[in-house]
């Protein structure tokens, strides 16, 4: 009966018919503007610290407010990051051990990646940022498993990382083998902490494996590293062609059961000329279609039986305004073609231009 | 399409336009996200500063600012934000309160219909007798080519009536009372279609005449008053500026026929030779959203307002080379020619050459 009352105080005190009142984002914006970290239920988070790890790899050491749930190792978030007035959202692993007070992210610059490259740039001491709860079941269970192995390329140490660390807190004599990939020894993120964390972990064994030296570490590199690795619960995160490498491998040796992985961005679609035909999914309605590109988006949306709102048809109203979740449509009256997952696009005026998914 | 401009013309003012309206798209950023966000922080305190003066307040002093600062805070919720959001100028910045097709303004208007009656409608069929329910807004005989009925004479007056009321005119114009009343079918789609219109009404009638002066009981009178001349100063405020967007002598009005298979550069002209613009500084642009630059906006809607001052000069200069009037004055001249016009048009025109004073079937009685 209790959560009865209080479901019904929060439907009553969420209604619209207590606009503004109850205009949380409003309140959120007020507070925001007497200190920036204050807020209802957002969680943001105080740049305190930031450290150079690599030439192109920065830590960001962040002060979470009293909003923050903690996390569990591995986990990752969502930033909302503003560049040039337009929000866009990244998600990157914690770094930081959950025990930790302050966050850590990690955050690798890539050449023409919009949101690393304004992290980098422009992301300062006292700037706030505002973060997703964490999520993520790339985690380590509550059981320990007595043997572990943690396998890392490139900017996929970070939720690894986290883990170690988590362990280094929780069990520091556990069984823990550590193989990370990079291209030279100074591109091994965190490689003084880990030799720290090797020092103070008498079971841990640590492998950098730089392929300037040594060329690229294939499945029998990895064999011969890690002889045991049958007896081991494998974490692995890195790039697509590492991680299906170690995939492969360990699904040669009956071994996928024992490994986690951790995959970091979706795969690419291939863009397309118009006249050639992909397919446009409509996940709210659950319908597809094929279509050229030749004509746009709403006039073959309607051919193929569905019925979105549309107004003018030439790109002022807006009414037929649609998220577009992954793919690349063309602007029809600009010619401009766009990529960005979760932008929203006029059906009237864009043509497909690869295969797509649309909130419709 | 009736104009002095030939094919080749059009097409080349089409691509003006557009490179124009391209290199502002390519433009936009921080400093348009601050723009509108100020704005919105601007209205929020003048709000809440006018709310507690009205609910605190012992003196008529303190009444008046009260009433003073709500009324330029639902001003400026009415024009520089809500008006501009619900267009999509600020799609852009994935900023989901900012989002034009969830956005709900403080009017009884219901934001849906007026998406519908407004960024549709009267934006694609602007000034076309018979498709643009702005055109007199189903009361008044704004232009000479609309027919004249008996109801006219009495616009001068309604048009007072009106501006006073100005935002239930807005909250009904989807529903086009005037014409849907007079048929039975028109009827049933009134019946059909009120629900957010009736729905949204009642919120807002009692935010403001009921929550408001309920939570301020000792003030109760006082709170209620001072919302309502809020209200009254919004409307009429808008209406003014609305006014002036098209009905100023000068502005064109167009038949189905003159309009039909339009060319995107044709349709450009029809919104510039269809539109006024009043001149002012700064922050009287600010108040009535930037609709002081009704030819900007019209050839731009989802272009962030506060950029048309900055195009202007541009878009004179390139009336000025195509010989297009560019329809601009201050703020007495434009409004005055409005309401001459209004009470000039009450009365039936004597029509030159023929003497015919029968309405023309193919132009939309108003």
Redesign the interface.
């Known amino acids: 009966m209790l959560t009865q009352a209080t479901e019904t105080a929060g439907r009553l005190l969420g209604s619209?018919?207590?606009?503004?009142l109850n205009d949380l984002?409003?309140v959120d914006?007020?507070l925001a503007?007497l200190h920036p970290t204050w807020s209802l239920g957002r969680i943001k988070a105080r740049v305190v610290e930031i450290r150079e790890e690599t030439p192109d790899v920065r830590s960001f050491v962040l002060r979470p407010n009293r909003r923050w749930p903690g996390f569990a190792a591995g986990q990752h978030v969502s930033v909302a990051i503003?560049i040039?007035?337009?929000?866009?959202h990244r998600t990157y692993s914690l770094s930081s051990a959950p025990a930790d007070r302050l966050l850590r992210l990690t955050v690798k610059r890539h050449a023409g990646g919009r949101a690393s490259n304004a992290l980098h740039d422009q992301l300062g001491v006292g700037d706030v940022l505002e973060l997703s709860p964490p999520a993520g079941a790339f985690v380590l269970p509550k059981a320990l498993p007595e043997k572990v192995l943690m396998l890392s390329a490139g900017s996929g140490i970070t939720p690894v990382m986290s883990m170690l660390r988590d362990l280094h807190h929780r069990a520091p004599d556990r069984d823990v083998v550590f193989v990370h990939v990079c291209r030279t020894p100074a591109d091994a993120i965190f490689a003084v902490e880990l030799r720290a964390l090797a020092a103070s972990m008498p079971a841990l064994r640590l492998a950098i494996h730089s392929t300037a030296e040594r060329g690229r570490l294939d499945g029998d590199g990895i064999a011969s590293l890690v002889p045991d690795r049958a007896e081991r619960q494998t974490w692995l995160c890195g790039p697509a062609s590492f991680m299906e490498m170690v995939q492969a491998r360990w699904q040669a040796e009956g071994l996928a059961d024992r490994l986690a992985c951790e995959r970091f961005s979706g795969p690419v679609l291939r863009r397309s000329a118009a006249g050639v035909p992909v397919r446009v999914r409509a996940a709210r309605s659950g319908h597809s279609f094929t279509t050229t590109g030749e004509r746009p988006l709403l006039v073959e949306a309607e051919a193929a039986g569905l019925a979105p709102k549309h107004?003018?048809r030439?790109g002022?109203?807006?009414?037929c305004?649609c998220r577009m979740t992954s793919g690349t449509v063309e602007n029809l009256?600009?010619g401009e073609l766009s990529s960005e997952p979760g932008?929203?696009i006029q059906l009237c005026i864009s043509a497909a231009r690869s295969d797509l998914e649309l909130e419709l | 399409m009736k104009t002095h401009l030939t094919r080749e013309q059009t097409d080349a003012l089409e691509a003006e336009l557009?490179a124009l309206r391209?290199e502002v798209?390519a433009d936009?950023?921080?400093?348009?996200?601050?723009h509108i966000r100020g704005i919105?922080?601007l209205a929020?305190w003048n709000?809440i500063a006018g709310r507690s003066l009205l609910m605190f307040g012992i003196t008529p002093i303190s009444w008046l600012a009260g009433v003073s600062t709500l009324g330029l805070a639902k001003i400026l919720e009415n024009m520089e934000i809500g008006h501009n959001v619900m267009?999509?100028q600020y799609?852009?910045?994935?900023?989901?309160?900012l989002d034009?097709?969830t956005y709900?303004w403080?009017n009884v208007c219901d934001s849906g219909d007026w998406?519908?009656s407004h960024?549709?409608m009267h934006?694609?069929y602007t000034n076309i007798l018979g498709k643009d329910l702005d055109v007199g807004y189903g009361v008044m005989r704004v232009a000479d080519e609309q027919s004249w009925s008996p109801k006219h004479l009495f616009q001068p007056i309604s048009n007072v009536a009106l501006s006073a009321l100005f935002q239930w005119g807005v909250a009904l114009h989807d529903l086009d009372v005037s014409n849907n009343l007079s048929t039975p079918q028109g009827r049933r789609e009134i019946r059909a279609r009120s629900g957010p219109f009736l729905r949204k009404a009642a919120?807002q009638l009692?935010?403001d005449y009921v929550?408001f002066p309920a939570i301020a009981p000792w003030n109760a009178p006082r709170v209620l008053l001072g919302n309502l001349t809020a209200n009254l100063t919004r409307n009429v405020w808008t209406n003014v500026i609305i006014f002036c967007g098209h009905f100023p002598d000068g502005t064109q009005v167009y038949t189905e026929e003159e309009t039909v298979n339009e060319t995107?550069g044709e349709?450009y002209l029809r919104q510039m030779e269809g539109s006024a613009n009043i001149e002012g500084s700064r922050w009287f642009h600010i108040l009535s959203g930037h609709l002081s630059h009704q030819i900007e906006h019209h050839l731009f809607?989802?272009m962030p307002a506060h950029r048309y001052a900055e195009i202007a000069p541009r878009v004179r200069a390139i009336c000025e080379n195509y010989g297009i009037r560019y329809n601009s004055g201050s703020f007495w001249k434009q409004y005055g020619s409005v309401l001459t016009g209004l009470v000039r048009r009450s009365v039936p025109k004597r029509a030159q050459g023929g003497g015919d004073l029968a309405p023309r079937q193919e132009l939309a009685a108003a």
């Not at chain 1, 040039?84 to 866009?88: A, K």
């Not at chain 2, 936009?28 to 601050?34: K, N, Q, V």
């Not at chain 2, 799609?91 to 309160?97: G, I, R, Y």
Request: net charge positive; hydrophobic share 30%; with cysteine.
């Open positions: 619209r018919w207590l606009r503004p984002a409003a914006d007020l503007q503003e040039r007035g337009v929000r866009h107004g003018c030439i002022i109203c807006r009414t305004r009256r600009t932008q929203l | 557009d391209a798209t936009l950023g921080a400093r348009d996200a601050a919105i922080r929020r709000a267009h999509g799609d852009w910045m994935n900023d989901p309160t034009s097709q709900e403080d998406r519908h960024n549709y934006h694609t919120r009692f935010k929550f995107r349709w809607p989802d």
